[in-house]
């Protein structure tokens, strides 16, 4: 593990750049910031559809509770929005 | 899909009241790919069936099978991604199957979130891209039905073992006003992740130009010792799966709650304070929130 310790001259710099924008990165802010970008209940409403854990699983309920299967296909990852 | 009619109450109420709803990501399915070979088999038979029916077969596309396992219907995820296309594919077949309403078969669930190792320190990061309002940044697409995807909020777990997580810790001792700079392995792994929405989520095709990550005491309490992140990066981060000149370049600003005397981690979150995605003639701000889970 290699640390390079740096003393008071990064603090007194990582003030002095933020201090231009005329508000304070302080922990608040940090925290505030965290809360506004996380996915909103209708960015997350798609969510409210019951999804079979897999294809075979969809067939298989498909075929005992006798109602058709919606199957959605694409790249990339749905759940997290990498897609 | 998601954005658009997956996120329409009368399509949600309608797959919950009459079908059964499943997903699949076709990397899993191809060679090599997560899904098991019975899986594979299944979505093969279905693009075979929908090749014999001459029905709309693609890998980005929805498809209705009967309760019987055989495909009935398909559409496009171009047509499919509009509430009304889909909702009236929905209801013909509805119709056209006699199928009876009755209650979810497959409760909803919100999305679960990973089960960490011990020792193990978890991160949830979303990223999305914004647009200024005044002074400000503000989320964008947030008007009802706007059913852009580049609206949706990407997000990816990163976990880190307790040798990386240590490396963030402040030295025994430390005094307010200490600072040390993050390895570069662990500031990689941790920043590679900075990237807005965009159809590329390849980390291997994100290259790290310029990327630093500093950590400074702020304050040492009995309590605990608060660290303060200061970092920035430049990485190459193309658009699709294949080379172009976009690139991320962005400022991050975060802050670690420790517990001195057990060594670990209390909470961590970092956000970008400038994040632009370049290239192409374009400058789109963006976001990314990095927070720890317990």
Not at chain 2, 74 to 100: F, T, Y
Not at chain 2, 171 to 180: D, E, H, K, L, T
Not at chain 2, 239 to 244: E, G, S
Not at chain 2, 257 to 281: C, F, H, N
Request: proline residues 7%; contains cysteine.
């Amino acid at each position: 593990m290699q640390r390079r310790y740096l003393t008071g001259l990064a603090l007194l710099s990582g003030v002095l750049s933020l201090a231009w924008s005329g508000v304070t990165r302080d922990l608040a802010w940090v925290h505030q910031r965290t809360q506004q970008w996380q996915p909103t209940a209708r960015e997350r409403r798609w969510e409210n559809i019951g999804w079979a854990k897999d294809l075979r699983e969809a067939l298989h309920l498909a075929s005992v509770y006798q109602r058709p299967v919606f199957l959605f296909t694409q790249d990339g990852h749905l759940n997290v929005g990498r897609c | 899909m998601r954005a658009g009619s997956l996120s329409d109450n009368r399509v949600i109420s309608l797959l919950n009241r009459y079908f059964i709803s499943a997903y699949l990501s076709n990397e899993d399915y191809e060679e090599g790919g997560a899904a098991t070979p019975e899986e594979k088999a299944e979505l093969h038979r279905i693009f075979g069936e929908g090749y014999a029916a001459h029905l709309s077969v693609g890998t980005v596309h929805v498809y209705i099978l009967k309760p019987d396992g055989h495909l009935i219907d398909s559409m496009h995820v171009a047509q499919a991604w509009k509430p009304e296309a889909l909702i009236a594919m929905l209801d013909r077949n509805v119709q056209g199957l006699h199928i009876a309403p009755g209650e979810p078969v497959i409760k909803p669930s919100p999305l679960p979130t990973p089960c960490p190792a011990p020792n193990t320190l978890l991160l949830h990061l979303v990223a999305r891209y914004l647009e200024r309002k005044g002074d400000d940044f503000v989320l964008t697409g947030q008007a009802e039905g706007s059913g852009d995807w580049s609206n949706l909020p990407a997000e990816d777990w990163i976990t880190l073992s307790r040798a990386e997580w240590s490396r963030l810790l402040p030295p025994p001792g430390a005094q307010a006003g200490q600072s040390w700079e993050i390895d570069r392995p662990l500031t990689s792994k941790l920043l590679t992740h900075f990237y807005p929405p965009t159809e590329n989520w390849d980390l291997t095709t994100n290259r790290l130009d310029e990327q630093s990550l500093t950590a400074t005491v702020v304050s040492v309490e009995p309590g605990g010792v608060r660290t303060r992140l200061t970092g920035r990066l430049k990485m190459k981060h193309p658009f699709y799966h294949k080379d172009d000149d976009r690139y991320v370049e962005a400022s991050v600003v975060g802050y670690i709650e420790t517990e001195p005397t057990r060594r670990r981690i209390r909470s961590l979150e970092m956000v970008t304070d400038q994040a632009d995605y370049r290239g192409k003639g374009s400058d789109l701000p963006f976001g990314v929130a990095v927070r720890s889970l317990p």
